[in-house]
Structure formats: structure tokens, C-alpha cells
């Protein structure tokens, strides 16, 4: 899976990379050495440093179908699993079925009480979170930009629906943990989008709170963007996998791609 990574850093086309106009810099404002992100939490409505103020903006994602493709890994670390253990295709077809979607340690449980397997669901467990780490990707222009927007001046948090265990394997595998100030779980807490308090949790992790001007992006309609709305953020959907519903409001933004979000968020980059 190493290789597979490595293979597509190679491959990373020049057109992938953000456009930047000449003499100016990503932000849309003049070019500007990096400067320290991070700053304490103050008062809600301000970001301050002593002197002067320091306007920061804070931009949450989603993980997985957002900032990595969890759908190309699954198949990969489900096939692994069933190799590793020589299970059939009756077991690889149920796991591939029944975690499409999500994954947790009682996913196993269920798999051994069906199959009446002699490993334990923790091991299983364990075994999936690892093979999942090794295939998961980040594409390399996707860690680019959010480079280019930690430059210009913005905390980025992650505010994802997953067992903590799985889904810091992933952020850490993919590197993304050397550009993430900050990431919330909804197994960190038992509380999962769209509920306020897991966006307000990834604020907290990132050294800060949420204020207005904050973003959210994500791939789901429910639980990225209409729990962004609740939450007081504004929001970009990263449309493709899943349909808009009707009736649910709208985002305040729209994209097919997530290096498109980051462009956009750059354009509204702290001045
Ligand atoms: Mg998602």
C-alpha cells in the first residue's frame, strides 16, 4: 500500500496544484511570509493577540469522502482482512456489505457470532483499523493546499463521524496530522454530527472557538452542512457521492472537488 502511495505522489499532475496569481500570494492578497497559527482561545467573537489583532479564521472538514477516499481503501483493507484470515467469500461479501458506510469494533463482534469465527472481534478490529490506515489516501495536491492555507493565517480542524482509534490512524497515515491543528471524533465523545457540540469539540482541539466567519466542509448533506448551518458555520459541500435532499437548506457553497473548497476558502483568507 506504501508503494501505491508513493506511486500516486509521483503522479500528481502540475494542474492539480492551486493557482496562484504572479507576485501576489494563495491568500488573494500580497505574498507574506508565514507567520505562528496559533493563538488562545479568546472571548467568542475575537481572536486577539496582545499588540494587535490577529484575525483568524478556522476551517473544519469532514474525513472520510472528503479530505481522504475512504471508498477506495475499503475494498482494499476488507479484501486484506479476508486473505489474512482465509475467509471466504461469503464472510469478505458480508463485511464489504454491512461496513460500506461505517465501521466499528461491534461490526466484528456481529461478523463472529454469524460466521462463528475463532479469532476475537478485537483483534478484527485491530487488523481492519491497520489495513484501512495502509490504504487510505490523501492526494498529495489535497495536502498542498491545506498547506498553502495554513500559510495564510487559517486553523484547520477535522470534526469526523468515527471511532477515534480508526479515524487518527487514517489522519496520521495520510499525513495530514503535520497540517491538522486539531481533530474531533464523534467516538471521542459519543456525540456525532450533525450535533453541535462535535463541530464545537473540533474547535476546542484546534486552541480555539467557533466565531463567525468559520467554515464547515464535507461531503454529507445531513450531518456536514445542515450540522454546519446548526452550528452557526458556513458551509461547502463536496457534492458527488450522495444527492441534495429536498427541503434542506442550501450550502453556502458548492463544489465537486475538496481542492476546490480550499481555493474558495482561500479567496476569504483573513486580510
Ligand atoms: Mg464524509
Redesign the pocket.
Known amino acids: 500500500m506504501r508503494a501505491r502511495r508513493e506511486s500516486a505522489a509521483t503522479t500528481s499532475r502540475p494542474s492539480e496544484q492551486p493557482t496562484v496569481t504572479p507576485g501576489f500570494g494563495p491568500c488573494g492578497t500580497r505574498r507574506r511570509p508565514a507567520f505562528p497559527l496559533r493563538t488562545a482561545p479568546g472571548p467568542v467573537g475575537s481572536r486577539r493577540r496582545l499588540g494587535r489583532v490577529t484575525i483568524m479564521r478556522l476551517a473544519l472538514f469532514?474525513?472520510?469522502?472528503?479530505l481522504v477516499d475512504r471508498t477506495a481503501a475499503f475494498a482494499d483493507a476488507i479484501a486484506g482482512l479476508c486473505r489474512d484470515h482465509r475467509y471466504g467469500p461469503d464472510v469478505e461479501a458480508w463485511l464489504l456489505t454491512r461496513l460500506a458506510d461505517h465501521a466499528d469494533r461491534s461490526d466484528f463482534a456481529r461478523l463472529r457470532a454469524e460466521f462463528g469465527l475463532g479469532e476475537s472481534a478485537e483483534h478484527l478490529w485491530r487488523v481492519y483499523v491497520d489495513r484501512m490506515a495502509a490504504a487510505v489516501t490523501c492526494r498529495p495536491a489535497v495536502l498542498h493546499s491545506l498547506g498553502l492555507l495554513k500559510e495564510c493565517g487559517w486553523s484547520i480542524g477535522v470534526a469526523t463521524n468515527g471511532s477515534s482509534d480508526i479515524q487518527r490512524a487514517k489522519v496520521r497515515a495520510t499525513g495530514l496530522a503535520d497540517l491538522v491543528d486539531g481533530i474531533a471524533a464523534s467516538g471521542d465523545i459519543d456525540v456525532r454530527k450533525p450535533d453541535p457540540r462535535l463541530f464545537e469539540l473540533a474547535a476546542a482541539r484546534c486552541g480555539t472557538q467557533l466565531t463567525a466567519g468559520d467554515w464547515m466542509t464535507?461531503?454529507?448533506p445531513e450531518t456536514?452542512i445542515a450540522g454546519g448551518h446548526r452550528t452557526g458555520l458556513r458551509t461547502i459541500w463536496v457534492e458527488g457521492r450522495l444527492a441534495w435532499p429536498e427541503g434542506l437548506t442550501v450550502p453556502h457553497h458548492r463544489v465537486t472537488n475538496v481542492l476546490d473548497a480550499i481555493d474558495h476558502l482561500l479567496t476569504h483568507s483573513p486580510g
Not at 469532514?62 to 472528503?66: A, E, H, I, V
Open positions: 469532514d474525513l472520510d469522502g472528503t464535507g461531503d454529507n456536514d
